[in-house]
């Protein structure tokens, strides 16, 4: 399998970019956590209603310590924390939480690890395990 993708031209004509193309990724669609469940279910022993159960219960357990202020690392998944979102203020004495904070948003940073000084154009990148494998094709679909 591949990632689809389309050259799309850039039409913002204030960019420095404008009228050059660049590959926009084409979704293959959309899968639920129930053809997940049945996709688990048929490769190992357990039912997809055990799949939900424990999903269900590591999607609470995942909210309760991110809404503790913890960073949630899940293996090779990666991890999930909470940042705040707020209005900037010159002077620290006149922040207010009721008055500049705006929300909050959940972040999630895929694991990962850096290479090695000395690995040419590589030297300090991220490489992300959820691209391994990942390969690209063009494709004529919207």
Not at 12 to 32: D, F, L, R, W
């Amino acid at each position: 399998m591949s990632i689809k993708y389309r050259l799309l031209q850039n039409k913002i004509k204030s960019s420095k970019n404008y009228g050059k193309y660049y590959a926009h990724t084409v979704k293959s669609g959309e899968v639920t956590l129930e053809e997940i469940e049945r996709m688990i279910e048929q490769s190992c022993t357990a039912k997809a209603s055990d799949v939900r159960l424990v999903v269900r219960e590591l999607f609470d357990s995942i909210r309760h310590y991110m809404q503790a202020g913890y960073v949630v690392k899940l293996g090779d998944l990666g991890r999930f924390y909470i940042s705040v979102k707020s209005v900037c203020v010159d002077d620290p004495k006149t922040f207010r939480a009721d008055k500049h904070l705006s929300g909050f948003k959940c972040n999630y940073t895929p694991s990962g690890h850096r290479y090695k000084p000395g690995t040419g154009s590589l030297a300090h990148r991220v490489h992300r395990d959820l691209l391994d494998g990942c390969e690209a094709e063009e494709t004529n679909l919207l």
